[in-house]
């Protein structure tokens, strides 16, 4: 990925419960987005949030606290992102996938750092 480069980034919203052949569906996600190449990925996990059932989810409250909301973050090339999007339609049984253009202003790697001697 590069600057120059047209970048998208892919937000999914989906339940901490939620999974794909008893694995978490946020883990599965950002293990096909790895498997892809793409640039990178993160999950977070949200203290509070309602979708589409506009049921609350809250840590306040321990009966709803096993569902909370779970975000996956995943930035790459348009093209990329697009050719990724088949596979949350596979995925996703409940939640909400959004695109967003970003501007990259830093992108690099940390340093393999030798064991010292």
Same mark, same amino acid.
């Given at each position: 990925m590069r600057a120059q480069d047209t970048v998208l980034r892919l937000t999914v919203y989906i339940g901490e419960a939620d999974q794909? %052949? %008893? /694995?978490?569906?946020?883990? *599965? =996600?950002i293990h096909r987005a790895h498997a892809a190449g $793409?640039? &990178?990925?993160?999950?977070? /996990? &949200?203290? *509070?949030?309602? &979708?589409?059932?506009? %049921? =609350? %989810? @809250? @840590?306040r409250m321990l009966s709803l606290s096993e569902h909370l909301p779970v975000s996956?973050? =995943?930035v790459d090339t348009e !093209? /990329?992102?697009?050719?990724? $999007?088949?596979? $949350? !339609?596979? $995925?996703?049984?409940? &939640?909400?996938?959004?695109?967003d253009p970003v *501007?990259?202003?830093r992108y690099v790697g940390r340093r393999s750092q030798a064991p010292d001697a």
């Open positions: 794909w %052949h %008893h /694995r978490p569906l946020y883990s *599965e =996600i $793409l640039a &990178g990925a993160a999950a977070f /996990r &949200g203290f *509070e949030g309602f &979708g589409a059932s506009h %049921h =609350i %989810h @809250t @840590t996956v973050v =995943i !093209d /990329r992102i697009r050719a990724f $999007l088949p596979q $949350l !339609d596979e $995925l996703i049984q409940a &939640g909400m996938a959004i695109l *501007e990259v202003v």
